[in-house]
C-alpha cells in the first residue's frame, strides 16, 4: 500500500509563491502517476497538477503558466511550486497518486492566499 504526506501549506499574499510537496511511502515503485488536486469551499475537487513516473505533465486550466510539478515520483517527492498565488488559488490542496489502478489521497493542505 501507497501512503502520501503533503506539506508546505500556508497563508501567502496574492502574487506571492508557495511551495508544496508530497512524500509516499510504502509500495511507491508501484506508482504511476502523482500530482495535486483542490478543494475551494462550496467547489468540486479540481486538477491542479500531475506527473508520471516518466516526467509527463499535466496542469489545470487556471493554473497553466503559473505552477509547476516536478519530481522523480519513484525515487522522491513530487513539488509543486506555486507563483503568483491569486485569491481564487485558496482551498485545501491534496496530494494524489495512482497506484496499482488505485487512487490513494492524502489528507490535505489548506492554501490561503489574502491580502
Known amino acids: 500500500q501507497v501512503q502520501l504526506l503533503e506539506s508546505g501549506g500556508g497563508l501567502v499574499q496574492p502574487g506571492e509563491s508557495l511551495r508544496l510537496s508530497c512524500s509516499a511511502s510504502g509500495s511507491i515503485f508501484s506508482i504511476g502517476v502523482m500530482g495535486w488536486y483542490r478543494q475551494a469551499p462550496g467547489k468540486e475537487r479540481e486538477l491542479v497538477a500531475s506527473?508520471?513516473?516518466?516526467?509527463?505533465?499535466n496542469y489545470g486550466d487556471t493554473v497553466k503558466g503559473r505552477f509547476i510539478i516536478s519530481g522523480d515520483i519513484a525515487r522522491g517527492p513530487a513539488v509543486l511550486l506555486m507563483n503568483s498565488l491569486e485569491p481564487e488559488d485558496t482551498a485545501v490542496y491534496y496530494c494524489h497518486a495512482v497506484a496499482l489502478y488505485r487512487n490513494v489521497w492524502g489528507k490535505g493542505t489548506l492554501v490561503t492566499v489574502s491580502s
Open positions: 506527473i508520471t513516473s516518466s516526467g509527463a505533465t
